[in-house]
T-cell receptor, first 112, second 115 residues
Framework: DQQVKQNSPSLSVQEGRISILNCDYTNSMFDYFLWYKKYPAEGPTFLISISSIKDKNEDGRFTVFLNKSAKHLSLHIVPSQPGDSAVYFCAASLNRDDKIIFGKGTRLHILP | ETGVTQSPTHLIKTRGQQVTLRCSSQSGHNTVSWYQQALGQGPQFIFQYYREEENGRGNFPPRFSGLQFPNYSSELNVNALELDDSALYLC??????????????FGPGTRLLVL
């Protein structure tokens, strides 16, 4: 049973526009959420995180929003750039020290 | 500062065989985690090692075992390979006292195919 769900396998966005990647989770005990980015033939790299006490965290072009009541988080990338084309994994854990549960990923294509 | 490296990059085995995958941690990192990423899935936590001891395990059978060495490098061993073991195996190193999330650095993975 998937505790972290990314229901969109892929997403195409025009360069310069906003990319919005969505993620839902089922375990209300999750306290810490992360996004990872993965290029082909490379391991995932950490992008941004948010703890459950916040509803927004911003780092440059990347912003993560958390809606705890809806058990939903999203990653916004503004503006989208060609180098953003990659697979994005949403992940969650019970706390910062616990194992990380990954979603299946969303492949983002940035169109020229 | 060296990154996380894994060997081999690709491997083909037959059902029933045993396999050993290797990982060298990021310099200064004392914790290593292993993940299995099946096709079309996200990475799934297998186990974590800290100071040469298993420090947490996911939902994987005992035929998945590991070792961590004094230099913090690590091995993942899988016995009695099954077809469903075909996947990308990712190693990630981190600092134990800072949690795995943000400080976790992944290697490029070993792609295992079981025939």
């Amino acid at each position: 049973d998937q505790q972290v769900k990314q229901n969109s396998p892929s997403l195409s966005v025009q360069e310069g526009r906003i990319s919005i990647l969505n993620c839902d989770y089922t375990n209300s005990m999750f306290d810490y959420f992360l996004w990872y980015k993965k290029y082909p033939a490379e391991g995932p790299t950490f992008l941004i995180s948010i703890s459950s006490i916040k509803d927004k965290n911003e780092d440059g072009r990347f912003t993560v929003f958390l809606n705890k009541s809806a058990k939903h988080l999203s990653l916004h990338i503004v503006p989208s750039q060609p180098g953003d084309s990659a697979v994005y994994f949403c992940a969650a854990s019970l706390n910062r020290d616990d194992k990380i549960i990954f979603g299946k990923g969303t492949r983002l294509h940035i169109l020229p | 500062e060296t990154g996380v490296t894994q060997s081999p990059t690709h491997l083909i085995k037959t059902r029933g065989q045993q396999v050993t995958l290797r990982c060298s941690s990021q310099s200064g990192h004392n914790t290593v985690s292993w993940y299995q990423q099946a096709l079309g899935q996200g990475p799934q936590f297998i186990f974590q090692y800290y100071r040469e001891e298993e420090n947490g395990r996911g939902n994987f059978p005992p035929r998945f075992s590991g070792l961590q060495f004094p230099n913090y490098s690590s091995e993942l061993n899988v016995n009695a390979l099954e077809l469903d073991d075909s996947a990308l195996y990712l190693c990630a190193s981190s600092l134990a006292n800072r949690g795995p999330g943000e400080t976790q650095y992944f290697g490029p993975g070993t792609r295992l195919l079981v025939l």
